[in-house]
């Protein structure tokens, strides 16, 4: 398998306009990630979906910031209008997303996508 | 929530020993999760401890302790590609995992 894929690798943008990233997970695997990496605040669970459908999006730090998983292959996070602030690496994950208190989801991640918003 | 404590920075030495802790704060706990992330690379998966003891992988050991809420990574004859950080994490729930801010360790010759 080709593993997790995101694009694009780098994005450098002007405050104030709209960034889409984009993930496709591991053919088979239930769960999606996405998650944000900076040196402060380390990595940083934003939303996750199982099957597709959004579990949790407690991480999303505003309205700003949407996601979304229309099929089982593909995914978006989007940022709208983007600030300064959002500079870091964005990372998508998939696991398995197997059921029990034994199961050892483990997580793949993507290369990520390092956005500089200017 | 999740409370995740792991050192900022290591240094240790080429062909060493070294022991990287984690000590944790949850409202729930299912299992313990070691990554290593090179510098500008994504996280790759190394070890999970859900039951207490030691689990050993070639190099790496991890060990959990539940009742402590503590756990350790140790790296044996520590090579220079060895040179990342490491990422402790927990799970507490379905599928959420909460990483800690990651050890940055630095293996000198």
């Not at chain 1, 944000?36 to 999303?60: A, C, H, K």
């Not at chain 2, 402590?68 to 004859?77: A, D």
Request: glycine share 10%; hydrophobic share 35%; aromatic share 12%.
């Amino acid at each position: 398998d080709a593993g997790v894929i995101q694009s694009p690798r780098h994005e450098v943008t002007e405050m104030g306009q709209e960034v889409t990233l984009r993930c496709k997970p591991i053919s088979g695997h239930n769960s999606l990630f996405w998650y944000r990496q900076t040196m402060m605040r380390g990595l940083e669970l934003l939303i996750y979906f199982n099957n597709n459908v959004p579990i949790d999006d407690s991480g999303m730090p505003e309205d700003r910031f949407s996601a979304k998983m229309p099929n089982a292959s593909f995914s978006t996070l989007k940022i709208q209008p983007s600030e300064p602030r959002d500079s870091a690496v964005y990372f998508c994950a998939s696991s398995q997303g197997l059921a029990g208190v034994l199961a050892k989801n483990i997580q793949y991640f993507g290369a990520g996508t390092r956005l500089s918003v200017l | 929530g999740q409370n995740i404590d792991q050192p900022t920075e290591m240094t240790a030495t080429e062909g060493a020993i070294v022991q990287i802790n984690c000590t944790y704060q949850t409202s729930g706990f299912n299992g313990l999760f070691w990554y290593q992330q090179h510098a500008g690379e994504a996280p790759t998966f190394l070890s999970y401890n859900v039951l207490d003891g030691l689990e050993e992988k070639g190099r790496f050991s991890s060990f959990l302790s539940r009742s402590k809420g503590y756990s350790y990574l140790l790296l044996k004859e520590l090579q220079m590609k060895d040179s990342a950080s490491y990422l402790c994490a927990v799970t507490g729930g379905y599928q959420k995992v909460t990483f800690g801010i990651g050890t940055k360790l630095q293996v000198i010759p």
